[in-house]
């Protein structure tokens, strides 16, 4: 969640797992799934850790960012045809993007946040649109797929997407999060 007045980027997150004594055991970093993260707006993650940690093992999470010069203009319509539980634990999402903008829109990734009904995050996951430039007044599609444990607890999602000219057009609409 980006809580200041400015557009973020460059947002690295770093995990550090410690032992009972408060040793660390391992550590690992990854960057957050959206190119830039609006004032107020959420952007998904992934850290993985290869170590086997132990069974009373902490964790804490650090992030490191950039103040970003650029606030992308809004030009990039989200379109989802497709919201549904598959078979054998996965999730998929199928939509396209139009680029409203006056320029190619190049890079285009779709990015989405996955909630349980408590809207505790369940899982996150991205895709590029196929093809990942976009021309003006062009849409391309884009199908965001994942397996999950139990898909059946997802009860909504929060859709972004970016170029890395242009962001998201919010309205009423795509601002709420769809089950």
């Not at 992934?46 to 030009?75: G, I, M, R």
């Not at 006056?102 to 890079?107: K, L, Q, R, Y």
């Given at each position: 969640?980006n809580n200041?007045r400015y557009?973020?980027?460059?947002v ?15 550590t690992?970093e ?22 086997k940690?132990?069974?009373s093992s ?17 030009t990039?319509l989200l379109?989802?045809d497709?919201?549904s539980k ?6 998929k999402?199928?939509?396209e993007?139009l680029n409203?903008?006056?320029g ?7 990015s ?5 009904k ?6 996150v ?11 003006p007044?062009?849409?391309a599609p884009f ?5 999950t444990?139990n898909?059946e ?9 970016q170029?890395d000219?242009?962001?998201l ?5 795509q601002?709420?999060?769809k089950?």
């Amino acid at each position: 969640l980006n809580n200041f007045r400015y557009p973020i980027e460059d947002v690295r997150i770093t995990a550090t797992a410690y032992d009972k004594n408060g040793l660390p055991v391992a550590t690992g970093e990854y960057n957050a799934n959206d190119y830039q993260i609006k004032p107020g707006s959420r952007s998904g993650f992934h850290v993985f850790l290869h170590e086997k940690l132990p069974n009373s093992s902490k964790y804490t999470l650090t992030t490191s960012f950039e103040k970003s010069e650029d606030d992308k203009p809004e030009t990039l319509l989200l379109n989802v045809d497709t919201n549904s539980k598959g078979t054998a634990g996965s999730y998929k999402v199928l939509g396209e993007v139009l680029n409203q903008g006056p320029g190619n829109a190049n890079s285009v990734k779709v990015s989405g946040i996955f909630y349980d009904k408590d809207h505790k995050v369940v899982d996150v996951d991205y895709t590029y649109t196929n093809p990942d430039i976009i021309t003006p007044n062009k849409k391309a599609p884009f199908y965001l797929s994942f397996y999950t444990d139990n898909s059946e607890i997802i009860k909504s999602v929060a859709l972004n997407v970016q170029s890395d000219e242009y962001s998201l057009i919010t309205n009423i609409n795509q601002t709420k999060t769809k089950s």
